[in-house]
């Protein structure tokens, strides 16, 4: 069984930065792609970014150039940076990591108000 622990979700002005972190339960350096989802009230749950074991990225066109992706494998973590957040990114973020299946986390909610 693999957990994902996420935190540093919070509330923040707009145009201000926060870090996600997913902690793993299990090495990720097996896990084949790893990354971070939201979901808004009302919305759909929609990828922000991945990452896979390799290193390469994917971002959502509405993050890109302010969010970045990265991983840790030595304290099996991933990260998500988050700058020049706007109202439009208030939602939950989800961890996911797949190996054969993929795991989601709790998720964590991120306010973006004045």
């Known amino acids: 069984q693999v957990q994902l622990v996420e935190s540093g979700g919070g509330l923040v002005q707009p145009g201000g930065s926060l870090r996600l972190s997913c902690a793993a339960s299990?090495?990720?350096?097996?896990?084949?792609?790893m990354g971070w989802y939201r979901q808004a009230p009302g919305k759909q749950r929609e990828l922000v970014a991945t990452?896979?074991?390799?290193?390469?990225?994917n971002y959502a066109d509405s993050v890109k150039g302010r969010f970045t992706i990265s991983r840790d494998n030595g304290k099996n973590t991933v990260y998500l940076q988050m700058s020049s957040l706007k109202p439009e990114d208030t939602a939950v973020y989800y961890c996911?990591?797949?190996?054969?299946?993929?795991?989601w986390g709790q998720g964590t909610q991120v306010t973006v108000s004045s």
């Open positions: 996911n990591a797949v190996r054969v299946i993929g795991y």
């Open positions: 299990k090495t990720i350096f097996t896990f084949t792609l």
């Open positions: 990452i896979t074991s390799g290193g390469s990225t």
